[in-house]
């Protein structure tokens, strides 16, 4: 079965994984602006990465047949350093246009401090300003539930925001409601160790139907897994789900969603 992974960081990847995931049947990925496990020192190295993103990791991609798309943003993780993230955010405009970059992301927050909700909310003026759909990622663990709960708040509370346009990731069972019934798109995080497991989304696909959600593998530079979302579709083989609803989560519902986006172009072969 084609499928999109619709977030994942292949930077971090190798060559031999873009071959393990277009012999799975990936035709594309897209890949949010990412932490890199270090806080970059300057503006110019956030140039550098969205260089990096837009040009050399979608040549990279094609290179093996998958499509490559991102998204830009500084990550909440660096979010303490308002300043900088000042200027990365008046920096991102210049990448809006390029082919492949379907909007701003993944924004959020990590610790659910003052500061981090401060940058979030300047990235959400930077996404209507330009008119770019939004990735949000949700913290982990024991902050996940409040952290979702307080980017919820800001979303609805401003009347600007197109809940349409709107993927929240790495819901989890106490979270996904919420993000669902108040009209955003959802993402599951499909992660070895924390997060979410092939089988934990398939019972949320199970109990909330396949509309508006996704599933992605996150793949970083950490412990994660990059073919994940086949994983996901042989889970859901194995309860005996129909392959068109099976395609709707892992391949129409991305399209779908960042078909709303200028950067999109239709993926072969399904596109
Ligand atoms: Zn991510």
Redesign the pocket.
Same mark, same amino acid.
């Given at each position: 079965m084609y499928y999109i992974d619709p =977030?994942? =960081?292949m930077v971090s990847r190798t060559t031999d994984d873009y071959d393990t995931l277009a012999k799975m049947g990936c035709v594309a990925v897209s890949e949010?602006a990412?932490w890199a496990g270090y806080d970059r020192g300057t503006v110019d190295g956030f140039r550098d990465y969205f260089n990096q993103l837009t040009d050399f990791e979608r040549r990279r991609a094609a290179g093996f047949g998958i499509q490559h798309f991102t998204w830009l943003c500084i990550n909440a993780k660096e979010a303490e350093n308002v300043s900088l993230a000042r200027e990365v955010i008046a920096l991102i405009p210049e990448y809006l246009d390029r082919p492949g970059v379907l909007g701003i992301g993944?924004i959020g927050l990590n610790k659910n401090t003052r500061n981090e909700a401060i940058v979030f909310l300047e990235h959400l003026e930077l996404a209507f300003k330009t008119n770019e759909q939004i990735l949000i990622?949700t913290p982990h663990l024991e902050d996940k539930y409040q952290g979702t709960r307080m980017i919820l708040d800001m979303l609805i509370g401003d009347s600007r925001v197109d809940r349409s346009r709107v993927l929240v %990731?790495?819901v989890e069972e106490h979270t996904i409601r919420p993000v669902l019934e108040a009209g955003f798109w959802a993402g599951m995080?499909l992660y070895p160790v924390s997060k979410c497991t092939p089988a934990r989304a398939a019972d949320m696909v199970e109990v909330y139907g396949p509309e508006r959600t996704l599933v992605n593998s996150?793949g %970083?530079w950490g412990v994660s897994k990059p073919t994940a979302v086949p994983d996901f579709i042989l889970e859901m083989r194995r309860r005996g789900h129909a392959e068109s609803l099976i395609r709707q989560v892992v391949y129409d519902n991305p399209v779908a969603f960042f078909s709303q986006s200028r950067g999109w172009k239709p993926v072969h072969p399904c596109g």
């Open positions: =977030h994942i =960081h949010p990412f993944e990622h %990731d790495h995080t996150a %970083d």
